[in-house]
């Protein structure tokens, strides 16, 4: 006879939450801007994440500037190529549309 719970669980032994992904949640919206303009990227690039990284990025940041998650370096979160949009990004979205 197993050991384990209902649908294999194991009942004698207590959850370990996980590291990273547990964080307060926004109850004040101190971070919606960022949160909007990101999300208004991914809707207007069809779900495509990477064209989006900069605003991903600025959330994070704004994030860990309001204490709503720990303060870790960006390039640990895997933004280490990853920079803030600039005249340059805006350039290189020029010519991939062209």
């Known amino acids: 006879m197993s050991t384990g719970g209902a649908f294999g669980g194991n009942r004698g032994l207590r959850p370990i939450p996980p590291e990273k992904g547990i964080f307060p949640l926004d109850h004040l919206h101190e971070c919606d801007a960022e949160k909007k303009e990101y999300l208004g990227c991914l809707k207007s690039s069809s779900n495509k994440s990477e064209q989006c990284r900069h605003l991903s990025k600025k959330y994070l940041q704004c994030r860990m500037a309001k204490n709503l998650m720990a303060k870790q370096d960006m390039s640990e979160l895997g933004f ?19």
């Open 80 to 98: 280490s190529g990853v920079k803030e949009l600039d005249s340059a990004g805006d350039k290189n979205k020029e010519s991939l549309d062209h």
